[in-house]
Nanobody, 123 residues
Framework: QVQLVESGGGSVQVGGSLRLSCLVSGYAYNTNDVGWFRQAPGKERERVALIFSHDGRPYYTGSVKGRFTVSQDKAKNTITLEMNSLKPEDTAMYYC????????????????WGQGTQVTVSS
């Protein structure tokens, strides 16, 4: 049974930083991608950052490029999202995901999701 447990969310002021961690258990790493999605109230779920498993390269959505860094440590079974220069528009529930694949166009399907950790950025 795959379990993803996120931690590290919280409330920060504009310009602050947070580090989200995801402890992965029961997952057999394969050729599918891992990373983070987020969802703000009243908005669609958004792909924030992924690690392409076939070559290890990261993907970032445009609004977080240069501010967020995604990484994974397979030995420690962790996926991390470092978030700097946070903005109010980064406020959302952040979800750790594994077993992700591109299914159509830009749409991703992820087989397993964590329960989410809230990030709130205030001015």
């Amino acid at each position: 049974q795959v379990q993803l447990v996120e931690s590290g969310g919280g409330s920060v002021q504009v310009g602050g930083s947070l580090r989200l961690s995801c402890l992965v258990s029961g997952y057999a790493y394969n050729t599918n991608d891992v990373g983070w999605f987020r969802q703000a109230p009243g908005k669609e779920r958004e792909r924030v950052a992924l690690i392409f498993s076939h070559d290890g390269r990261p993907y970032y959505t445009g609004s977080v490029k240069g501010r967020f860094t995604v990484s994974q440590d397979k030995a420690k079974n962790t996926i991390t999202l470092e978030m700097n220069s946070l903005k109010p528009e980064d406020t959302a529930m952040y979800y750790c995901v594994v077993d992700c694949m591109l299914v159509a166009g830009e749409k991703y399907h992820c087989g397993h999701w964590g329960q989410g950790t809230q990030v709130t950025v205030s001015s």
